[in-house]
C-alpha cells in the first residue's frame, strides 16, 4: 500500500492519501516515528501499527485538552475517553502516561476539591467524602486529607446553617430542632459536630404560635364548635411542636 499525498490540517496532524483510494489522518508524530516521509510502501501490519500508535497520541492529546480546563480524576478520563470511543487497552495507556507525567494526581484533586468545598460552599464532611468516593477515589487519602481540617471550620459552617434557618424560621421550636438536625445530617454533618450548637439554640417561638393558632383556630371555627373546636385546636397545635402550657394559654385568651 502506496502513500501518495500528504494535506497538512490546522493542528499537528496530516491527512494522507492511499494508493487505494483510502485516507487517514495521522499525527506528524506518527509520520516521523515511522519514517513516512521517506518509506512510502506500508503492508497491512505495518498499517495496523500506525494507526494504533496513531489511536494512542489521538487518545492522549484529547485527555491533555480535557485536562486543561480542571483537573480530572482516572475516572472521568476514563469515562470522556470511552465517550470518544476510544478502547479499553488504549486508554489504560493514556492514563499510565498522563499518572507518569503528573497530568493526573488524585491526591492533589482530593485536597483541592476538599479546599474548593470549604471555601464555596455549606457542604460537611460526610457529603464530600460520598461526592469523592463516588469519583472512585480512594477512601484512606480522603480521610487523612479531611483529617487535616480543624474542627473549627465544621462547627462555622454549622453555625452559618443555624443561623440563616433561624431567620426564615416559622415552626415550633421543636419542629425546628427536628428540622435543624435533619438538613445537617442531608448536609454531611454528624452528630457530634453539632449536637452542642443545637443544644445552645436559644428560640422564642412565642409569636410564631400565636400566628398559627390564630390561623388554625379561624379555620377549624368554620366547620366546628364547643368541645369538638377544642379538640382539633389542641391536636392541630400539639402536632406542630407547640406546647401544653401555651395550648392551654390560648385557649384560655379565647
Known sequence: MQILEYKKLKDNRYIVYLKNKKEIILYDEVILKFNLLNNKNLNEEKLEEVQKYNDELDSYYKAL?????????KK????????????????????????????????????????????????????IKKVLLQKMLDENTINQELS??????????????????????????IIFLNKIQTHLFKEGYSK????????????????????????????????????????????????????????NGFINNI
Open 65 to 73: 485538552k480535557y485536562l486543561t480546563i480542571k483537573m480530572r480524576t
Open 76 to 127: 472521568e478520563i476514563r469515562d470522556y475517553l470511552k465517550k470518544k470511543d476510544f478502547g479499553e487497552e488504549v486508554i489504560v495507556k493514556t492514563i499510565t502516561r498522563l499518572e507518569k507525567e503528573e497530568y493526573i494526581n488524585e491526591k492533589k484533586y482530593i485536597h483541592y476539591y476538599i479546599l474548593d468545598q470549604i471555601n464555596l460552599t455549606l457542604n460537611g464532611p460526610q457529603k
Open 148 to 173: 487535616r481540617i480543624d474542627n473549627k471550620v465544621w462547627l462555622e459552617k454549622c453555625h452559618k446553617i443555624i443561623n440563616k434557618k433561624l431567620t426564615a424560621n416559622k415552626d415550633s421550636k
Open 192 to 247: 457530634d459536630i453539632y449536637n452542642d450548637l443545637i443544644q445552645n439554640i436559644e428560640l422564642n417561638d412565642n409569636d410564631n404560635f400565636l400566628k398559627t393558632a390564630n390561623q388554625i383556630y379561624q379555620k377549624l371555627q368554620k366547620k366546628y364548635t364547643g368541645e369538638k373546636l377544642l379538640y382539633y385546636l389542641k391536636s392541630k397545635l400539639y402536632s406542630k411542636g407547640y406546647t401544653i402550657e401555651q395550648i
